[in-house]
């Protein structure tokens, strides 16, 4: 599991969204944030700038010394523009899990309340699944803002529990709903491939995206196909692994031995694309140190797997590689 004082070096981005380890500059807009929202935070009263002053010196400012914090906080940019801020609280290093916290700028609720709270969850969820291996994330709200739970189950998140009257808001007991995500890597399993795989690997070899994203386009024949599958479940310098989530085939991987590497080849299936499946694909597979040096050979415009090699530790070369189109060549030692 990574630490803290890796993650910190790291930038979590979608488009002009980020998050980022929290600023101190922007300590005052998340005060001001803070006292207009105290309806739904666990605050009794506003922050002063002291306070905050405070907070940040004795609190935020040693969370970077710790391998281990008990809360992880980021300030979610727009181009740079702090619009939010949030984390991962409550943390439970020994079972691998946290709770979420964020607070978005007070005018966004509004019109984009929705939107903002999916994104964040989507770049949090790369920190606390993909960089720190946690098992569950989860949220602890108040029954007071009913589209706080549109967002999280649009988001993937499921409703796990409702505590009846569990806290008392404005003289009025209230529920408190849990919301939770579990991370799906640590349940997909893999095997090796066997003879009966080839039809399957036939139907994603030929997906429309595989074909479009692969170094030659062409289609493949069912004759090419299962020649060339014979072969591969003979040689010695070749694997092929199946990955499942929940007994449903999602991925495959394929290792082929050349010039002293691993030549690293993957797909995921149609259905399950945008659940970062590729990613834990990949990292089971550099877990197995007999499977090194691995190298892998992407198509430049194959946004998705140049951003899961590159967030792995793959190490881009700086050689070209000579090829029509235009790759881009990683190595992992």
């Known amino acids: 599991m990574m630490t803290y004082k890796v993650l910190k070096k790291q930038i979590f981005e979608a488009g002009k969204y980020t998050i980022v380890p929290i600023r101190m500059e922007d300590r005052y807009d998340i005060m001001r944030w803070r006292n ?5 935070l666990r605050q009794n009263k506003p922050l002063t700038k002291e306070d905050q002053d405070h907070y940040f010196t ?18 979610y940019l727009e181009n740079d523009r702090c619009i939010g801020y949030g984390g991962l609280v409550h943390i439970n290093w020994i079972d691998g899990n946290a709770e979420i916290s964020f607070v978005l700028k007070t005018v966004l ?4 309340f929705e939107f903002h709270w999916q994104k964040f969850l989507a770049l949090l969820e790369k920190a606390a ?26 988001a993937g998140f499921t409703r796990d529990a409702i505590l009846k009257e569990h806290c008392k808001i404005d003289g009025h007991y ?12 640590h349940k997909i399993r893999y095997r090796s491939v066997c003879a009966d795989d080839v039809t399957l690997l036939y139907e994603w070899v030929n997906d429309e995206s595989v074909r479009r994203n692969a170094i030659h386009t062409e289609k493949i024949s069912w004759q090419e196909h299962y020649s060339w599958f014979q072969q591969k479940l003979s040689d010695e310098k070749n694997k092929i692994f199946i990955f499942s989530l929940d007994d449903e085939p999602v991925g495959q991987v ?3 031995y050349d010039d002293g590497y691993w030549l690293i080849d ?35 415009q194959n946004l998705p797997s140049l951003r899961v090699f590159s967030s792995l530790g793959f190490i881009e070369s700086g050689e070209p590689e ?3 189109p235009e790759v881009k060549t990683f190595y992992f030692q």
């Open 266 to 300: 993957y797909s995921v299936a149609k259905n399950h694309r945008g659940k970062n499946i590729g990613k834990s694909l990949i990292s089971q597979i550099i877990n197995f140190e007999k499977f090194r040096p691995l190298k892998a050979v992407v198509k430049a």
């Open 322 to 324: 000579g090829r029509e």
């Open 36 to 40: 207009e929202q105290l309806y739904h």
């Open 254 to 256: 394929r290792l082929d």
């Open 174 to 185: 209230r529920n408190v709903i849990i919301h939770s995500k579990i991370n799906i890597s």
């Open 129 to 154: 699944f993909f960089s720190l291996d946690f098992h569950k994330i989860y949220t602890y709200a108040y029954d007071i803002r009913p589209r706080i739970y549109t967002a999280l189950e649009n």
């Open 109 to 112: 609720e509004k019109d984009h």
């Open 58 to 75: 004795t609190v935020v400012s040693k969370i970077f010394d710790h391998d281990r914090p008990d809360q992880i906080l980021f300030s």
